[in-house]
């Protein structure tokens, strides 16, 4: 056989590489990957960080690229062959020569096996080349075979073979193709991550990344979904060998293969069964879990004073000595406590005597012979050990979102939650390696979640030459063995352990230090020249955090500890702490291979690069890198787009990196049973308004998160939104607002310059301890007499509508006592149903945010003064019902005034701001006198291979290089609108579409006639922009089609169409798509009656 | 080497009955295989080369059952099909090597100087490295016939192989056959061209119909035939007469008429002369005139 086998395969493999269409795939696809090394990996291209900082990501790249079109091309010529035999007579000549079936089709299948693998050395020896010469970086030689081996072999051994069986069966190439790119594609577009990557034959979507620190994330999850396809694949090959349409050479041969084809075929069922068992159990564990808490929500609990832990690494395991001293919250016989199921408990003592336990997947029971009364001091000893079980962590986490995948990289990296391993342990609070009193997440009630102070002490005993990291100051006890020393209460307690090495500064009493596994210390030279002032850099960045956020940072350390790259962490709506998070330090994945501003050498390389850097010094490039790489830590949100359907959607979640988080919520917790949220919402008051994403996510989406969560507030209560399942993306965004509106509100309440200060001394009293709601409001009412909760319920149980209308703001030259200053005055009148409160900010952003704080129906005036000229003001109407919620109004030319005497201040004014002065008629979009033509023009295939998801927000981003086919509503503070600024927008066409104004005139006469102009951002960077709008006026005498030119220079805001006469009857104004602007902006309409 | 066919039937689905109880003794040398288009030629030759089954009845090669042999009797087999015109993207010798290593020659050396030789034997040498699929259609042809007679197989199995080539090659082909004939190897010849058959075969076959007309030396056939073959010579006016009377052979153009070959027991009413018949003739004799009337 082996002799026929290879000489099949020898002329079979010759045939193929004559081919062209395989030629072709050959070097456009080497090309490819050449392309991308030069981008990506070398110094010319030099994007990405993570190919160098992790070196096997290179060949993984190059495998990745490959693997796409050989999986593919492989269908073609493996029915290719198939269909040769079927229409080629010299295949007779070959059927009567002596040999097996086998051989025949086996060696086939490896000749095409074979010259993709050919393939594959050549794009390893491409990545190779440019590994080799790639800075700062080292070469993996493992990656070059396990990659292939995992990634490539598997796959062409499967779809060969299924593309033989399809084609035995079916014996039509044409079907065949079809029915195979078909499967190819489902399993690219559809089935995805389904089913934990159960149908991903190619592997595109399994996270095969290879940490330098544990290797393969899932490793388990590879092996066996590659060796399933590989089985399969087999399987199939044998099954094609039965069914080729040649007598067989034995019936001896053809069970021989019949025996191969039924042990490989159930090779793989047993494999994919296992898989399919163990994402089974993944889906069920937290569904049970969550069932558990349920029950148990209101179970006894113990409050935890102080947990003395001591871990002995094992392997794979720990083994843990736990010491709890608490005091029960109830009188009961029986306590309930948390722990991750993983973890068998094998004694529990009470004062040294063991006392009876029950253990319940994650919930610990422990039973006391008679009932303990509430306030009874409880010593408890426990032994426990095992393994972590990761399907326990994030239960409150949507499967899905689990599954994920990021946009970080070209291919998924993959998420671990925890490790387990013998050269490395990495256990967060969500792992509960240690116990934790009560249950864990509940779908119940929030009142699950509390947040406990407790004095940890944690001992540690490591595989010998590792080093534990946690909070505290670490001493070594004896050897391998450390304690670490903590003298203030936390909330959580985090442990890694590595082979870790330590790099630190001190600036002032504070110490910065970077904790990393042995040789990853790239960036030891990254800072040549400001290695001297590198600590009063950091701790200037530091120190302007401080003031911006008016709060000290609690520690004495701050560390980054590297992890490695696929752990990960989840936004939670109770906390806005990552398990990245712990007092004083930082999980950071594996030399910072996220972002590519963690490259500082070629960070400063390319500043060099870049216009305008060309004179700058070594060591101001350096400044600008480091601060940039500091500015992560400092930044809120990560920011990223994603296109779904026609419509670009803007994905926004906590950085994890983010360390305000370090000033509040790890060391304090206003604790409040009623409403849990309490803690988050104080939170975003205290770290101020950084929730408006930058303006290129307005103009991609139309509405910031904030507008949308906005939207949402408008039909939800807060306490309706909590409970949401849809929109969850937006709940951060929500909790922001409604916390940003009720502490604005509280703080204009109290009318007070002290009241931050007031609110920090709070702060700095009960640091490290839980600080009860109904404390802090009796002290704000004492020092305030602003009652908090009087008006909390309705805050979170009704729909609260504010919405305002303002006038043009005026600024001008006043004199203000002798000296001359800015006077910026405005009214405001609040037109919602509720009180409300907005935030004024004059531009540049110098000073603080000033309040105005609105009842119902009330119209303010407010006058403030100002030294130096203002540029602009901007009014955040926070939670109410205009859109969009920041309005920004420029001042073209300050002028002088007669005013003296000026004073800053609010005052109340009898008469409402209105929208229509009068004479007066206005119709905006939002009017019902307003319609459009709607035509549906995507197209029915477009539908079916990307279904829009979800429901949609009636308000679009405005994309004016690829505008809409159909009026699309958006809005922007630029439009006209009462209280919704927004328009409908199309692109430029032969003036078949219509938006129209159908407007009833009650009085006849004459009227001008003027229309609302937006400028879109095309003025801004197309000098040669230009083109009209076209509208229809029907008037008394006949109808009209005035225009309105367009150029850079025009004028925005409302311009004139001329004046008319009409009778009383419904006029319809109508404005076509007809233009040589790119989009056409439907807006609003204004009559003003002639004298 | 003995070949024996016993009571072979095919059937195929659509219910066409190709062979009806085929019985015929092949021994060592050339066996012209006779027959009408759809006799039935090629369903017995693609079941002696082993692809395909017969309904039922058996081949036995050497007294061994072939269907229970097949590697034994694939490796003593050279086959040639009827149509051989596609190619892969091999060069000439390289297509020969690749049929010779799966003939079992193993051996780079004597392989290389076999397929060398092959060539030369079927004139292709100058062309062994052109692209077979470019070469011309005579050209595939004796490649064809190379690949079947690669590694000496000791049966030689051709179906229809003078199609298509011209006269000069058609013969060339006759003699390489020949001269394999005189050795230790059964070379079966299906053709529906009596002029192969009648230059180099010793035995034959007449297949009619899925069924065995005649089997035994040409020179047998001719024999039966004999005072069967005439010659008339008909005029202008007789010439219409006589073609739809009796079964042409061969019309030759004279100066005052035509001379019409019939084969026929008597005629009667023209100018006529009996000839000696040629295998041709006798194979006409055969199939339209002795089987008609048995079957009558």
């Given at each position: 056989m082996s002799s026929t086998f290879l000489t099949i395969a020898k002329y079979e493999r010759k045939i193929l590489l004559r081919s062209w269409f395989f030629r072709i795939f050959s070097v456009l696809t080497l090309f490819m990957i050449f392309i991308f090394n030069m981008a990506e990996v070398s110094e010319v291209g030099n994007r990405t960080w993570a190919y160098r900082a992790v070196p096997s990501n290179m060949p993984y790249l190059a495998i990745y690229f490959l693997n796409i079109g050989q999986a593919i091309i492989a269908v073609f010529l493996s029915s290719e062959f198939i269909k040769r035999d079927k229409q080629q007579d010299t295949t007779e000549v070959f059927y009567v020569r002596s040999m097996s079936n086998a051989s025949y089709v086996l060696g086939k299948a490896w000749s095409i096996l074979s010259i993709f693998l050919l393939v594959n050395l050549l794009a390893l020896i491409l990545s190779l080349i440019f590994n080799s010469l790639a800075k700062d970086t080292s070469i993996e030689w493992e990656a070059f075979l396990y990659y292939p081996l995992l990634i490539s072999i598997p796959t062409l051994v499967f779809i060969i073979g299924l593309s033989s069986l399809v084609m035995s069966i079916i014996r039509n190439q044409a079907l065949t193709f079809v029915l195979l790119i078909g499967y190819i594609l489902s399993s690219l577009i559809y089935l995805k991550s389904s089913h934990n990557y159960l149908f991903d034959y190619m592997a595109f979507h399994l996270p095969m990344f290879h940490s330098?620190?544990?290797?393969?994330?899932n490793w388990e999850t590879i092996w066996t979904l590659r060796a399933m396809y590989s089985c399969f694949g087999l399987g199939f090959l044998f099954i094609s060998i039965l069914l080729l349409k040649r007598l067989p050479q034995s019936y001896f041969a053809n069970s021989i293969s019949t025996l191969f084809a039924l042990a490989f075929l159930s090779g793989g069922l047993f494999l994919g069964n296992q898989h399919l068992k163990r994402y089974n159990e993944s889906v069920d564990l937290p569904k049970q879990m969550i069932e558990l808490n349920n029950k148990y929500l209101s179970y006894p609990q113990i409050d935890i004073n102080s947990h003395e832990i001591t871990l002995s690494q094992a392997a794979a395991e720990i083994n843990v000595d736990s010491k709890i001293n608490g005091v029960s919250k109830e009188d009961s016989k029986e306590f309930v406590f948390n722990l991750n199921p993983g973890l068998k408990v094998n004694s529990v003592q009470i004062d040294g005597k063991p006392i009876a336990f029950e253990r319940k997947l994650q919930l610990l029971i422990i039973k006391f012979d008679t009932i303990i009364p509430k306030g009874t001091l409880v010593n408890l000893q426990m032994n426990y050990a095992g393994s972590i079980d990761e399907n326990a962590m994030y239960i409150d986490i949507d499967q899905n979102l689990k599954f994920k995948r990021p946009n970080d990289f070209i291919y998924d990296i993959g998420k671990k939650y925890a490790y387990l391993h013998a050269q490395y342990l990495l256990l967060t609070p969500e792992a509960q390696w240690y116990l934790q009193s009560g249950v864990g997440y509940s779908s119940l009630s929030p009142s699950w979640y509390h947040k406990d102070f407790i004095d940890y002490q944690l001992t540690v005993k490591t595989i010998p030459g590792l080093t534990p990291i946690s909070t505290g100051q670490m001493k070594e006890k004896e050897e391998n063995t450390y304690v670490f020393e903590l003298d203030f209460a936390i909330s959580q307690l985090s442990l890694a352990i590595g082979n870790y090495q330590k790099k630190s500064v001190k600036a002032d009493s504070l110490e910065f230090s970077v904790y990393y596994i042995a040789d990853h210390d790239y960036f030891k030279d990254a800072f040549p020249d400001i290695r001297d002032t590198l600590p009063s850099i950091i701790l200037e960045h530091l120190n302007d955090y401080e003031r911006k956020i008016d709060l000290k940072y609690p520690f004495k350390e701050f560390a980054i500890v590297e992890v490695p790259g696929q752990f990960k962490s989840y936004d939670r709506t109770f906390t806005s702490i990552h398990q990245n998070n712990q007092a004083g330090l930082v999980y950071f994945p594996e030399k910072g291979l996220?972002?590519?501003?963690?490259d500082f050498n070629g960070s400063v390389k390319r500043q060099k690069r870049w216009?305008?850097?060309?004179?700058?010094?070594q060591e101001e490039l350096q400044i600008t890198v480091l601060n940039r790489f500091l500015d992560m830590f400092y930044r809120f949100k990560d920011v990223s787009t994603n296109n779904r359907g026609q419509q670009n959607n803007i994905e926004e979640s906590i950085n994890p990196y983010y360390q305000f988080v370090q000033f509040y919520e790890i060391c304090n917790n206003l604790e409040s049973e009623k409403w849990p949220v309490l803690n988050r919402v104080f939170e975003s008051y205290l770290r101020g308004s950084q929730n408006e994403g930058p303006e290129w996510v307005r103009r991609n989406t139309g509405s910031t998160q904030n507008e949308l969560a906005n939207m949402v507030l408008q039909e939800k209560t807060f306490a309706e939104i909590l409970n949401l399942k849809e929109n969850q993306e937006l709940i951060d965004n929500v909790i922001e607002l409604k916390g940003e509106t009720l502490f604005s509100m509280i703080e204009a309440k109290a009318n007070s310059d002290q009241f931050r200060i007031f609110i920090n001394d709070l702060l700095a009293e009960t640091q490290f301890q839980n600080f009860p709601f109904e404390v802090f409001n009796e002290k704000i009412k004492q020092k305030f007499g602003v009652d908090i909760s009087q008006f909390m319920d309705n805050w979170f149980n009704e729909i609260q509508q504010s919405q305002y209308r303002f006038s043009t703001p005026i600024a001008e030259k006043v004199l203000a006592g002798n000296k001359e200053m800015i006077q910026v005055s405005f009214k405001v009148t609040n037109d919602g149903s509720k009180e409300g409160v907005i935030k004024v900010s004059l531009t540049p952003d110098e000073n603080k945010d000033k309040l105005l704080y609105l009842e119902a129906g009330q119209t303010k005036e407010a006058i403030y003064l100002v030294t130096k000229e203002p540029t602009g003001i901007r009014f955040n109407t926070l939670s109410s019902g205009n859109l969009p919620n920041q309005i920004e109004y420029n001042f073209e030319q300050i002028n002088k005034s007669s005013i003296k005497n000026s004073k800053e201040g609010e005052s109340i004014v009898d008469a409402p701001i209105y929208?229509?002065?009068?004479g007066e008629l206005i119709f905006d979009n939002e009017s019902s006198a307003f319609e459009i033509t709607h035509y549906e023009e995507v197209s029915r295939l477009r539908k079916w291979l990307k279904p829009i998801e979800g429901e949609d927000f009636k308000y679009k981003g405005t994309q004016v290089w690829r505008p809409p086919l159909n009026w699309t509503a958006t809005t922007n503070d630029n439009f006209y609108g009462e209280f919704i600024r927004s328009a409908f927008y199309i692109k430029s066409g032969d003036g078949s579409k219509f938006a129209k104004w159908k407007i009833p005139i009650s009085e006849p006469g004459h009227y001008d006639v003027f229309y609302h102009v937006y400028k879109d951002e095309s003025f801004g960077w197309d000098r040669d922009v230009r083109g009209s709008y076209q509208f229809t006026i029907p008037h008394q005498n006949g109808t009209d089609r005035p225009t309105i030119e367009l150029t850079k220079n025009s004028q925005p805001g409302w311009t004139s169409l001329g004046d008319y006469t009409f009778s009383a009857d419904t006029i319809t104004i109508s404005l076509s798509n007809?233009?040589?602007?790119?989009a056409i902006f439907a807006d609003a309409i204004k009559l003003v009656k002639m004298e | 080497m003995n070949i024996s066919i016993q009571g072979l039937n095919k059937t195929y689905p659509n219910g066409n009955q190709a062979l009806k109880d085929v019985n015929l003794e092949i021994k060592e040398g050339m066996f012209g295989l006779l027959g009408p288009n759809g006799a039935g030629k090629s369903s017995l030759i693609r079941i002696l080369v082993s692809l395909m089954n017969p309904t039922s009845g058996k081949v036995m090669v050497n007294g061994k059952d072939a269907a229970k042999n097949r590697a034994y009797v694939r490796s003593m087999l050279g086959y040639l099909p009827q149509d051989f015109s596609f190619f892969s993207n091999l060069k000439t010798y390289e297509f020969l090597d690749y049929a010779a290593q799966l003939a079992g020659m193993s051996s780079r050396k004597k392989r290389n100087l076999a397929v060398d030789q092959l060539l030369e034997d079927v004139g292709l040498f100058d062309v062994r490295s052109r692209k077979a699929s470019n070469l011309s259609g005579g050209m595939k042809r004796r490649l064809g016939i190379a690949q079947a007679l690669i590694n000496e197989p000791k049966i030689i199995i051709v179906d229809e192989p003078t199609t298509g080539l011209d006269p000069e090659e058609r013969i060339r082909f006759r003699n390489l056959l020949a001269r394999l004939g005189s050795k230790d190897v059964s070379i079966i010849l299906s053709t529906h061209i009596v002029a192969d058959i009648s230059s180099i075969c010793e035995h034959m076959a007449l297949l009619n119909k899925g069924q065995i007309a005649f089997s035994g030396p040409p020179g047998e056939l001719i024999r039966q035939a004999q005072g069967h073959v005439w010659s008339i010579y008909a005029t202008e006016k007789e010439y219409l007469e006589v073609t739809q009377k009796y079964e042409v052979v061969a019309t030759v153009m004279m100066k005052d008429g035509w001379k019409i070959t019939v084969v026929a027991d008597e005629v009667i009413g023209y100018e006529a002369e009996a000839v000696p018949p040629n295998l041709e003739h006798a194979y006409v004799y055969f199939v339209e005139h002795t089987l008609k009337k048995i079957i009558a």
């Open positions: 330098q620190i544990i290797g393969f994330g996220f972002s590519r501003d963690n216009n305008g850097n060309g004179n700058k010094t929208a229509e002065n009068s007809e233009t040589k602007l790119r | -």
